[in-house]
């Protein structure tokens, strides 16, 4: 079964970039593999299918509404308090001590439990149609407010960065478990011919989960993310050596294809075989790769939209480059942009992150939508848990007026492929401390965006010791109502 | 963990709830009678009436072979401890009992058994358990019973000693194995494949024993050795390479998730590369295997532990450590104890232990009990550093420190000689008398000292001869001496005098009958106590005079008094000078150490009577005297600790000499409370002493491992009183003032008791030394007899700032109580009087001093310096037991989840396994013992199944890390016992069955695979035909360095950075860089790359090394095209092919055919075919001529600037040889190993 079987969520036929098969993948590759070779692979079984292209696009469990995910991973985790779960009582409380049996004996990272209230410093304002209320500091996403889906009643297991982040990706806060990109390629291949189906990048500073975020856990390491550098080289390794030049490449890579082929007639593994097959991947990449990344064929409005500068590494540029991602067929992105951490001056610290992103994220919706992207595209926003209503202060660690980790209540938004525009779901108390309507743990939000891409969660499992691992262990329940 | 959410519906503000307690909804049907049929009335016997019932009903999923959730009803002990959920039989409860409840089908959760899994029980069955329960559930004992836990999976079965079978093709097999695998082929109807030659065999050989491609020199010597042992030659001589230890060691670090870093966000770089030296090494020596494994688990805990032995325990000590900040640190322990028992699990048992770390085994005979009761033989050791007193580092280190010695031999000489520059000159006594029979004694700097009687009120005479004519002025020095009461320098027991009288004649030398009282002009003292001005000493009253009591109870000070002359003496070339020093004040106001100096004209000081050393020691004597007298001391008592409590569990000592050492846990932040008893009254304040000790972090005092290493924040400090007493009740001790003898700037003590909780002292700057903090009380307490003072300190900041060693103290001096700024022993010296301390003392006086004068800064920075330069001992971290009185608690734990203890378990192992002896104490070492146990009927297997993975890429068991139910069937089980009977039989050595199975048929057999035999056995499990795999990560790199003549072969050492693109360290937190490592270090073998967890190094990713979070036998081989860009593309590689030019252009002879011949041989250790050559010529023509007509830049290629070219003839064929080497590194026959 392919994606020919299904129709979009609009009922017309998916693109023809969509339709890939293995043979697909081997037809074009071009120069790519010899007449004997070839012969001997497309007269194999299904056995050789697994080991020929572990990404060649396999059938989802049901109707996908998406295809493609971009989530923009906010590291180090946004003040809720201060973007979107606007807390008027806390203006009222503010220096106050928040009540004991508020806090119970919830752990924190840095505050004393009997810490002050502290109200958020900025405006909020209603928007768009749905009248969603966003925080001045958010510019750019009320532009696009009606396009997108609010939960602010976000909880998590986790209150240290590191975990929490690997939770989020993995589903475990222990690292070494696949991530959500790699469970999903695993499960749906890639329709990207000549570039990986699973992209990692980075703008700010780096992440403190580093490479478990997308590591491939005990998946074949064919699913893991591939970190994609913002500038230069996209790909490690994918300029070839000075002085090498797209000749010498191709004739070297004839040599070695030529002297594989001739291997393989000797020795008869069809390993070989997909070595040769991987040899000519790279050359395309070695195209496709620098391609991607020159943004010179952008519109002018196209980079002001984003606010991206060719050759400069951002989130505005990392989001522009998602867009081209996607439609080249890559299956996940992942954008992260760290620096969200605020234990000290959150307005400050803000100020600074949105300016950083806000723009760009709306744009990318934006841009998404007027390609005609956004129907098929899931997009995720959110960090790794919320930040305190309490104030955190510390005179030896120089911080003052910000917010502490909180994982019982936090924000995010998603939109695009199935899910519901203009939808907010979820509320906190007035304190903005804990989910008091339609809690969405980090495991409902695995299952949904799993969900949404055809899988079924509990179905898309991998044998591994002995047992059925999955992305949300045996947790996880859709989030039905933000479905589309 | 989910959270509980609130229901806020009512719309009620949650600030009206404010201090209200919780409203709590109870459930009506709680403490209500459940309705149970009634229990049988009769007397209820086990046998008849009971175990019918449980083998009908129960034993299924709940007996010797089954224990779901955790529940085993065969047995009294097992069944009375109950399942993962608690106890299921409360004995003489049975209305309480949930094992009733859930056969009586009146739990809430569900009925026993579960539709379709048995016959329910009737009424009258349900009533007789309750008669039984009620009865006190009588069952004959079974001791038997309890370890009998059987289970009829293969591998829980001990491995019979079989039979090789018999095969037709006899002249095949070398040894049993191959016996075993014939058999089997021939069932088949499959016939092995022939030997492989003999290039192919030594080149699979090498690599499968060393990881690195035979030379073409040793290929020959193979190819044309004639012997018929020529093989297991060449086999023993790998197996003695001591680059065994190498390529088998990389393999064991997998299991071991070897790193050189510790994980999440901090992920900062840790030694541990001793312990990949160990495996090296002890591989290298066969260590058998129950040795190597005993070693490893519990090294520490064998008898007089070796360095060595210790370094083994880093097995379990590559677990991860999170260091970001506000963790709770034991949190992680906990997270990596659970690591522990899975690795435990995977490498030795092959079992998925770890699934029940949250409930009982799905698949498996693991309870959840049985899981914690593993935990508990690992949960009892603390993690610290070992410093490895490396013979090499000893050495030199022995060297700095005699430089050090005698730099401070030297500081006495090097004391400074001070220059008179106001041309004072001591006067040299020729007599000195007392008028009342006191002795005066000159000193050699010209000082009198007074002793013996001790007069009320007396008069000194002192005659003196000097220069005359050009005296100006003359000066008493009242001087302090140690012999003197109180020092002095006067003789009263206070150390006062009074000079009443100061009186100078003058003679001219020989004309002493005619002396000339002198006069003087308005005398100065430095310092003249209210009412005794210096004026005073020559008003001629007797009852007037000069004395220097300045109120501050210290008397103890050098004072001078300075007469100008009105009218010079009498010109001469020498005079005679007669003092006398009138003290007629009485009451012992007589001097006791003075000295009479004079000051002369500039430029006509005679020269000085005194040599230059006694200068020198006059002058030190009297700069200490000076500063001793300066440094306020107090007396200190040390007071031994009755009770002393981490709040955060760590380990507090008490050490020999009363201060307290922490170790084990080391928390995130932690209060420490320790009660001092005490019999001083009046006590006025305490000392806190924080100081040094080599267990620390870079040697303490704190525990901080990172960012301030070794340093503290103490950030609140309390002391409360307890009289003795019954009832007596604790009082808070106000602290009025905190002063510290060291803090970093901005840090100090004063900040431990400002009342804000952030706050406080730490001593970044001066850690590895002994420091002290004084904390004065507002009121002195305990004026009525004994008590018990509480000293809290808290260390509430992050990142694992707590105290390492401490020692409190406590005084009754009277106040100002203030830090010395002196240490402890010097202090105590301090304060006794000079004349009560031993030569030991005056000279520890002496040489303290003389390290922190300034008039020896220099001196001493040079030092400081060479402390400084002293090269650490490399460490390696180790496991190390606790004693018992600190040993942990292990519990269940609900769900698994580190928050959630319920009940306690003791150490044990799982019951479907043997037991342990029942008379060894059941701890890590015993647990080690028992791994290797030969009744363990899972550890030979799965460590064969291990090794022969490694040989034929896949195991007989392809399950490698699952021997469990859920596992696959071993294909050859009948081999898989006989080998694992074979192990310990050839006494656990781990070469010895390596060479077996590579000396075996079935591993020589040539890997061609036909059509027909591919169709038949993709996998090749029936093994008619080799083994062919691209090799792992690490191999691929040191094939490359090694072809092309770059390789270091350096075995051992701490890690190296080799080359990687930028931008890989940089996407992980803190940006570290990736600063290459140069010279020979650039090209180590693989496994000595750095390797770094949340960015590990690139090319080893792309090419499925495994990540080192979680153990791994068995690596993923995947073909991408991110690893041909990475062969293609990565400097590593790029370096090996110019290097392999060179070496090829350099070694072949220079025809183009040898060259590729050379090159060839080099890459794949066999001759190209024709057609092979035909391809590689054509390819270097057409790029030789490109370079030569510079379509290519030979220079870029060959990375040779034109201008240093020097060498290399022709940079053209360089460069086309380079492309050339370049594509022979990338042939897949290259990395593969054939």
């Avoid at chain 2, 955790?70 to 608690?86: C, E, P």
């Avoid at chain 2, 030795?348 to 799905?362: E, R, V, Y």
């Avoid at chain 2, 000392?687 to 070794?710: H, I, K, M, Y």
């Avoid at chain 2, 510290?740 to 003590?749: G, K, L, V």
Wanted: neutral net charge; proline residues 7%; aromatic residues 8%.
């Amino acid at each position: 079964m392919s994606f020919r079987d299904h129709k979009s969520p609009e009922g017309r036929p998916t693109s023809p970039l969509h339709v890939q098969t293995r043979r697909h993948f081997f037809r074009e590759c071009g120069v790519g593999v010899g007449k004997m070779a070839l012969a001997s692979l497309l007269a194999n079984s299904q056995l050789r299918a697994a080991t020929v292209n572990p990404l060649a696009p396999r059938a989802p469990h049901f109707t996908p509404r998406a295809k493609n995910v971009i989530y923009l991973f906010m590291a180090g985790a946004p003040s809720q308090l201060d973007l979107f779960d606007h807390k008027p009582t806390l203006q009222k409380y503010d220096g106050k001590p928040v009540p004991a049996d508020v806090v119970k004996d919830q752990r924190y990272a840095f505050i004393r439990p009997d810490a002050s209230l502290m109200a958020s410093r900025f405006r909020f304002s209603r928007y768009g149609s749905s009248g969603a209320e966003l925080s001045e500091m958010l510019p750019g996403l009320s532009e696009v407010v009606d396009d997108i889906a609010i939960i602010k009643s976000m909880h998590t297991d986790q209150f240290n960065h590191a975990p929490a982040q690997i939770f989020v990706n993995t589903g475990s806060s222990l690292p070494g478990r696949p991530s959500m990109g790699s469970w999903v390629t695993y499960g749906l291949g890639s329709e990207a011919s000549d570039l990986p189906g699973f992209v990692v990048l980075s703008s700010a500073a780096g992440v403190s989960g580093g490479s478990a975020n997308w590591g491939s856990g005990f998946l074949p390491t064919a699913y893991q993310g591939v970190p994609f550098r913002s500038k230069g080289d996209p790909i490690l390794n994918v300029t070839n050596p000075e002085g090498v030049d797209r000749g010498l490449q191709r004739d070297s890579l004839d040599l070695i294809r030529s002297l594989n082929e001739k291997h393989l007639h000797d020795v008869g593994d069809p390993e070989i075989e997909t070595r040769i097959a991987s040899y000519e991947l790279a050359y395309r990449m070695q195209t496709s790769a620098p391609e991607l990344m020159d943004l010179s064929g952008e519109s002018r409005k196209t980079l002001e939209l984003y606010g991206a500068e060719p050759g400069k590494a951002s989130f505005a540029n990392n989001c522009l480059l998602a867009r081209r991602l996607v439609e080249r067929g890559v299956r996940f992105i992942n954008l992260y942009h760290e620096g969200w951490d605020h234990h000290s001056d959150v307005a400050g610290g803000l100020k600074l992150s949105c300016g950083q992103t806000d723009r760009a994220a709306a744009a990318l919706i934006k841009d998404l939508k007027q390609r005609g992207l956004l129907d098929e595209t899931l997009v995720v926003w959110g960090g790794e848990f919320g930040r305190t209503p309490m104030v955190e202060s510390n005179a030896n660690l120089g911080r003052s007026l910000g917010r502490d980790h909180h994982p019982q209540a936090f924000t995010m938004w998603l939109a695009g492929g199935g899910i519901k525009p203009g939808f907010m779901m979820g509320e906190t108390d007035e304190l903005g401390f804990h989910v008091t309507k339609d809690p969405v743990h980090v495991h409902d939000l695995q299952a949904t965006i799993l969900h949404l891409l055809g899988l079924d969660h509990t179905r898309l499992t991998y044998k591994f010791q002995g047992r059925d691992f999955r992305l949300t262990d045996v947790h996880g329940n859709l989030i039905h109502s933000i479905l589309a | 963990m989910r959270i509980g959410v609130r229901n806020s519906k009512t719309g009620r503000s949650l600030f009206a709830c404010f201090g209200l307690a919780l409203f709590v909804t109870s459930d009506p049907t709680l403490g209500q009678a459940p309705d149970l049929p009634p229990p049988a009335t009769r007397k209820v016997d086990y046998e008849r009436d009971i175990k019918p019932i449980f083998a009908r009903s129960c034993y299924r999923c709940h007996g010797a072979e089954k224990q779901k959730g955790g529940l085993a009803l065969h047995n009294r002990d097992r069944a009375l401890t109950g399942g993962d959920g608690g106890p299921a039989i409360e004995p003489g409860k049975s209305a309480e009992s949930r094992l009733i409840l859930l056969v009586a089908g009146v739990d809430d959760e569900g009925s026993m058994p579960p539709e379709g899994a048995g016959k329910p029980l009737s009424e009258a069955e349900v009533g007789l358990l309750r008669a039984w329960v009620d009865q006190g559930v009588n069952w004959p004992e079974d001791k038997e019973g309890a370890r009998r836990v059987t289970h009829s999976h293969w591998s829980f079965q001990t491995p019979k000693p079989t039979v090789p079978p018999s095969v037709r093709q006899t002249d095949w097999t070398r040894n049993p194995i191959d016996q075993f695998i014939l058999a089997k082929l021939e069932k088949e109807g499959l016939h092995p494949s022939g030997e492989a030659d003999r290039p192919t065999l030594i080149r699979r050989l090498y690599l499968d024993l060393i990881g690195l491609p035979p030379t073409p020199a040793e290929v020959d010597a193979f190819v044309s050795d004639a012997r018929p042992d020529a093989y297991e030659s060449l086999v023993d001589r790998l197996l003695a390479s001591p680059h065994y230890g190498e390529r088998w060691g990389r393999r064991w670090l997998d299991r071991a998730r070897y790193s050189d870093t510790n994980g999440y966000e901090k992920d900062r770089e840790r030694s541990i590369w001793p312990y990949r030296d160990w495996v090296i090494q002890a591989l290298n020596h066969d260590m058998p295997f129950n040795q190597f494994t005993i070693e490893q688990i519990a090294g520490d805990l064998l008898p007089n532990p070796s360095i060595s032995q210790q370094i083994a325990t880093g097995f379990h000590r590559n677990t991860m450590v999170n260091e970001e900040g506000g963790i709770d640190v034991e949190e992680f322990r906990f997270a990596s104890l659970v690591d522990r028992v899975a690795t435990t699990g995977t490498v030795w048992l092959g079992l998925t232990i770890q699934c029940a770390q949250c409930h009982t085994h799905k698949y498996d005979p693991i309870t959840q009990r049985e899981y914690y009761q593993l935990f508990a033989f690992l949960n009892n050791a603390d993690e610290p550093e070992l410093k490895i007193p490396t013979s090499r580092i000893a050495a030199k280190r022995a060297e700095i420190e005699a430089k050090i010695a005698s730099l401070e031999s030297e500081r006495e000489s090097q004391f400074p000689v001070p220059q008179s520059k106001d041309n004072w000159v001591a006067l040299h006594p020729v007599q000195a008398s007392s008028a009342q029979g006191a002795a005066l004694t000159t000193l050699p700097d010209d000082s009198i000292l007074v002793s013996g009687q001790s007069p009320d009120a007396d008069t000194y005479t002192v005659v003196v001869e000097t220069k005359g004519s050009d005296i100006e002025a003359l000066r008493l020095e009242a001087l302090t001496d140690p012999s003197l009461p109180s020092t002095g320098p006067g003789r009263t027991p206070h150390g006062n005098f009074v000079l009443t009288g100061f009186q100078v004649a003058a003679s001219a030398k020989n004309h002493e009958d005619s002396p000339i009282p002198l006069q003087f002009h308005t005398p100065v003292a430095d310092f003249s106590q209210v009412g005794f001005d210096v004026q005073a000493a020559i008003d001629n009253d007797p009852h007037s005079g000069w004395a220097i009591d300045d109120g501050s109870g210290h008397l103890s000070k050098n004072r001078s008094a300075t007469f100008t002359l009105a009218k010079k003496p009498p010109t001469s070339e020498a005079v005679r000078l007669v003092f006398k020093l009138e003290q007629l004040y009485g009451s012992k106001h007589v001097l006791g150490h003075f000295r009479l100096s004079a000051k002369y004209r500039p430029g006509h000081a005679p020269a000085p009577a005194l040599p230059l050393e006694v200068r020198r020691q006059q002058h030190l004597e009297s700069q200490l005297a000076d500063w001793v007298s300066r440094t306020p001391a107090f007396h200190w008592t040390p007071v031994r600790p009755a009770k002393i409590h981490s709040k955060k569990h760590a380990t507090l000592e008490v050490q020999n000499d009363l201060s307290i050492l922490a170790s084990g846990d080391k928390p995130n932040n932690d209060v420490y409370e320790v009660d001092i008893p005490t019999t001083l009254k009046n006590v006025t304040g305490i000392r806190l002493e924080v100081l040094p000790d080599a267990s620390l972090p870079d040697n303490g005092p704190g525990r901080a491992p990172l960012f301030s290493v070794g340093d503290f924040i103490l950030t609140d400090i309390s002391v409360s009183a307890t009289p003795a007493g019954a009832d007596a009740k604790p009082k808070a001790v106000p602290i009025q003032s905190a002063s510290e003898d060291y803090s970093e700037p901005n840090h100090p003590a004063a900040l431990a008791i400002d009342g804000q909780p952030d706050t406080g002292w730490t001593v970044r700057g001066k850690t590895g030394q002994p420091h002290a903090a004084v904390f004065a009380f507002k009121e002195s307490v305990g004026s009525d007899g004994p008590m018990t003072l509480r000293v809290t300190l808290r260390q509430e900041g992050i990142h694992q700032m707590t105290i390492g060693r401490f020692r409190i103290s406590v005084t009754n001096d009277p106040g100002p109580i203030r830090a010395s700024g002196a240490p402890e022993d010097v202090e105590s010296i301090l304060v006794k009087a000079a004349d009560t301390r031993t030569r030991a003392e005056t000279a520890r006086l002496k040489d303290y001093f003389l390290g922190i004068t300034p008039e020896l800064a220099k001196h001493n920075e040079k030092i400081e310096a060479l402390r400084k330069s002293l090269p650490d001992f490399p460490t390696s971290l180790v496991m190390q037991e606790r004693s018992r009185e600190h040993a942990r608690t292990t519990f269940i734990h609900k769900r698994g989840e580190f928050l959630k203890p319920t009940e306690e378990v003791s150490a044990d192992v799982p019951a479907v396994l043997p037991p342990l002896p029942s008379d060894a104490s059941k701890n890590r070492l015993t647990f080690a013992r028992w791994l290797v146990d030969e009744g363990n009927p899972l550890v030979g297997r799965v460590i064969m199944n291990q090794f022969w993975q490694a040989f034929f890429g896949r195991g007989l068991v392809a399950t490698v890390e699952d021997f469990g139910t859920r596992g696959e069937a071993p294909t050859h089980p009948e081999l898989l016992d006989w080998l694992a009977v074979e192990f310990p039989r050839q006494g656990w050595s781990m070469k010895a069955m390596h060479r077996l199975m590579v000396t075996s048929s079935t591993y020589r057999q040539d890997s061609h695979v036909s059509e027909e035999l591919l169709a038949r056995d993709p996998k090749n499990l029936l093994l008619a035909r080799g083994p062919r795999f691209r090799v792992e990560a690490e191999v691929v790199r040191d094939i490359a360095l090694s072809v092309s003549g770059l390789l270091t072969p350096k075995i051992g050492g701490p890690s190296v950075f080799p080359p990687q693109p930028d931008g890989v360290t940089t996407l992980a937190y803190g940006q570290t860089p990736w600063t290459v490592s140069n010279g020979p270090d650039r090209y180590r073998r693989g496994l000595y790359t750095h390797i770094k967890r949340t960015a590990p190094y690139a090319a080893f990713a792309t090419l499925d090394a495994p990540t080192p979070e979680t153990t791994c036998v068995r690596r993923e081989r995947s073909n991408t095209p991110l690893q041909a860009l990475t062969i293609l593309n990565d400097l590593v590689f790029v370096e090996a092919s110019r290097a392999l030019a060179r070496r090829v252009l350099t070694e072949a002879p220079a025809t183009l055919d040898e060259r590729i011949a050379y090159a060839v041989r080099l890459c794949l250790s066999r001759q190209p075919r024709p057609e092979e050559s035909a391809l590689l010529r054509e390819f270097h023509d057409r790029q030789l001529a490109r370079f030569q007509s510079k379509a290519l830049s030979s220079t870029k290629v060959t990375g040779i600037d034109a201008r240093n070219a020097g060498a290399t003839k022709d940079i053209s064929e360089l460069a086309a040889w380079t492309t050339v080497a370049r594509a022979l590194l990338n042939l897949d026959e290259t990395i593969t190993k054939e």
